[in-house]
């Protein structure tokens, strides 16, 4: 990275100008990239345009095309749908209204066009750029630009960014609004459950999604639904048959509701529909349960984006308006998406192919190849949907380990849905599962009991730790946990917790060299809202954590809207970890982010409220301050609050919050759900795997370092990685990995916030293939 390419950034996009505009159906989360797109555009020195109403405004020009500055995009973040407006547009269809578009950018020097919208949106935008120099030369014979004009627009630039809640386009992993919609979807379910069981009801949910049943898929997932249809896996002939007997094998085992999750395609084998009400008549004809449909409609794509869609908008934003300034006549449309948790660049029209080629596999009756075509981890979704919902535990249990589950460490939403799948997970292969109660200490004190299929029901949805948890370390009690893994026959160990898990996890390696109970097999999964784990990207229970700071945040800059010239400085949790006050500074829009992985001094500081000083200059009159809670031994959260109060004096005024134990509460996150669910899915298929490689003469004997892992998500990939091998990329005293990708978009943070800095573009995306991504693509 050399010295003068830090400095092309900010000159990058001198001469230019870029468009922004929404299209097609509205998603959360689209606002967040608009934003990006306008900040990061004139941080380049580019002048950038809102397009309002989509495709209309382009072809209608004048007032529709307005030239947008620092300002209009502030308080944007936190609201649903798009601020610029979108409309359906048939003139754009047609080359007469092509035309007129061109003529309106031409006007204005506009050559860089950046498309917010569904795979529509984006097929006409490829269109646009195909025909652009026909286009000027029509233009130019009917003498509406000059010749001089037509050669500074020689060519149009176009980047796509997915905004779509179905999640139907092939080549991203997610979708700008796709966890938005599933929060709404989540909200519901979760309130319909509580009335259902009150009288033992059946519910028939459809959802949206056209023609793609993530949404649906995703749902049952997360709330344990006991039945799902989507369009891409039609069911057998004999469903009717198979349904009625599921719903029935469900309340025998004690459960007081059903649920059917409908995607709005679903269809049986033949291409025929199947729609909520004729499930609903089925039900009721055949079981004679009381059965109510909710279809949840146009609500899904309402309401606050959620953090991960803001932070995804953001990140798209900046990542599409580097793809449009670095764009020659050579590079092909591409659509900036997310892949696992990095920025990639994809040529748009052979994603737009592969979503083509998924809705005509449909309509052939090709099912395979369209759940192949929707990625691996679609499949991936499908597989654990159902192992969780389709099999019958098996009766015997001869033949079968026993497994031990627990968790560790502080409470973090979504251990309970990793505690049910492994526990399921495990029954379903046979084995005699068993849970132990307040972590370690309740490892030594044998407060262990066996669960059986309907110990760990309803638990998905339900925050904390049912099981109990403590931070207390195993070291010390060796001996006890010893003799209780031979007295309970204890022959594998999953471990769902925070940075304890990880050490506990290091001290049972330890202890194997004293103790031979010690050699079974362990499996560590991360759950802390800290995200401070190392070999994993996420852990369970920070997405919630992000969304509940998110949320606290929007409402505090709310209450500042009718006084003016306030700064809020607010306290996160974390540890050390400064992963949350980061995020959540990205999400809820924060002129600054105080963390302890990067030093600062009182000169920042001092910069920092000059900065905000120059902000009150403004229209925008507010200020919003995150510091993590272990970032500085000195300069405390009184300290800053000091500090402001007074270098502020008589500019704006300061309030402090400190936010708390509010952090690790609250219902877990569609994202939070779904990831327990797998993650306890992939450690105990691991955990029989390792079981049976270790079996020797009629006893577990395992005392390889790969015995005991910690499974974590990393870049695309779920992996298993020994406890052991960590440790070097462990800071111990600050219970941090040493290396953290988040720490690359700070600087986006800081742009957005309007600091001038450099930004390094060399870890920018290069444009991929899509048929190469499919094989290597994540198994999440």
Request: proline share 3%; aromatic share 6%.
């Given at each position: ?350 994603c737009v192919q592969v979503t083509k080629d998924v809705t005509k596999a449909m309509d052939d009756k090709r ?296 952090q690790q509460g609250g219902s877990p996150t569609p994202f939070d759900r779904n990831f327990a669910t797998k ?102």
């Open positions: 990275m050399t010295h003068e390419e830090h400095h092309a950034a900010k000159t990058l996009g001198i001469g230019k100008a870029i468009a922004v505009l929404t299209s097609g159906g509205d998603a959360q989360g689209m606002n967040a990239a608009v934003r990006a797109v306008v900040r990061v555009g004139i941080f380049t020195g580019a002048r950038v345009f809102f397009v309002h109403e989509g495709y209309q405004g382009l072809v209608d020009g004048g007032d529709h095309i307005r030239e947008a500055t620092w300002e209009s995009v502030s308080m944007m973040l936190q609201l649903g749908g798009t601020v610029i407006g979108s409309a359906r547009c048939k003139d754009f269809r047609e080359r007469e209204g092509r035309l007129r578009a061109a003529h309106n950018l031409v006007k204005l020097g506009i050559t860089n066009l950046c498309v917010i919208g569904g795979d529509g949106s984006l097929t006409g935008a490829d269109t646009f750029r195909s025909e652009w120099s026909d286009l000027l030369s029509d233009l130019q014979k009917a003498g509406k630009i000059t010749a001089e004009e037509a050669a500074k627009s020689s060519f149009l630039n176009i980047v796509g960014l997915v905004g779509s809640i179905d999640n139907d386009f092939c080549g991203t992993d997610m979708t700008i609004g796709t966890d938005s919609a599933l929060h709404r979807i989540i909200e519901i379910v979760d309130a319909i459950t509580t009335t259902a069981q009150s009288h033992q009801r059946t519910f028939v949910l459809e959802v949206m999604g056209r023609h793609c049943g993530y949404l649906a898929l995703v749902t049952s997932l997360s709330c344990g639904a006991d039945w799902v249809f989507i369009p891409e896996c039609p069911p057998d002939d004999d469903w009717e048959e198979h349904l009625c007997r599921r719903l029935s094998e469900t309340r025998t085992r004690g459960s007081r509701l059903n649920i059917i999750i409908v995607a709005e395609g679903a269809i049986d084998k033949n291409g025929k529909p199947i729609t909520s009400e004729d499930i609903k008549n089925l039900v009721v004809k055949r079981l004679g349960y009381d059965t109510r449909v909710t279809v949840l409609g146009h609500v899904q794509r309402g309401g606050t984006p959620s953090a991960f869609d803001r932070i995804l908008g953001s990140r798209m934003g900046v990542e599409a308006v580097m793809a449009l300034l670095e764009g020659t006549p050579d590079t092909p449309a591409c659509v900036v998406s997310l892949s696992g948790n990095q920025a990639v660049r994809l040529p748009l029209m052979e099912f395979d190849e369209a759940m192949k075509l929707r990625g691996r981890s679609f499949m991936n979704n499908w597989e654990v949907y159902k192992l969780l919902a389709h099999v019958r535990p098996p009766v015997s249990k001869s033949g079968s380990f026993t497994v031990a589950v627990m968790n560790v460490g502080a409470p973090a939403a979504g251990m309970n849905a990793a505690v049910r799948s492994t526990v399921r997970i495990g029954l379903i292969q046979g084995n005699r599962v068993l849970v132990v109660h307040d972590g370690f200490e309740g490892l030594a004190k044998g407060q262990i009991e066996e669960a059986g299929w309907s110990y760990v029901g309803g638990w998905t949805g339900q925050g904390g730790s049912k099981l109990g948890t403590k931070r207390t370390l195993p070291k010390k009690s060796l001996e006890q946990i010893s003799a209780n893994i031979t007295k309970f026959n204890i022959q594998g160990l999953v471990i769902i917790g925070g940075f304890e898990a990880y050490t506990g996890g290091l001290e049972l390696m330890e202890g194997r060299k004293q103790f031979d109970e010690l050699c079974i097999p362990f499996v560590v999964i991360p759950a802390t809202v800290s995200n401070n784990v190392p070999g994993s990207d996420f852990s369970i229970g920070a997405d919630t954590a992000l969304n509940t700071i998110c949320t606290t945040c929007d409402r505090i800059k709310q209450s500042a809207a009718g006084t003016k010239r306030r700064v809020f400085i607010i306290e996160t949790m974390g540890g050390y970890c400064g992963y949350l006050a980061t995020m959540a500074g990205l999400a809820a829009g924060a002129d600054a982010a105080y963390i302890f992985e990067e030093p600062f001094t009182i000169r920042d500081l001092q910069a920092n409220v000059e900065h905000l000083v120059q902000k009150m200059k403004t229209t925008v009159k507010r200020g919003l301050v995150l510091r993590n809670e272990k970032c500085s031994e000195n300069y405390t959260t009184d300290f800053i609050f000091n500090l402001y109060s007074e270098e502020g004096r008589g500019i704006f005024d300061s309030r402090k919050n400190v936010l708390g134990h509010m993650m306890g899915a992939k450690a105990m298929n691991w955990m029989s795997g390792k079981i049976k490689e270790s079996y020797r003469n009629g006893r577990i004997f395992a005392n390889t370092p790969d015995s005991g892992c910690v499974l974590g998500m990393r870049k695309r990939a779920l992996v298993f990685q020994p406890v052991t091998e960590l440790q070097e990329q462990t800071d111990f005293e600050h219970r941090i990995p040493k290396e953290q990708w988040w720490l690359k978009l700070r600087p986006i943070l800081k742009i957005l916030a309007k600091y001038e800095i450099d930004l390094d573009t060399s870890d920018h995306a290069h444009l991929e293939h899509i048929s190469r991504k499919r094989s290597g693509e994540a198994t999440v």
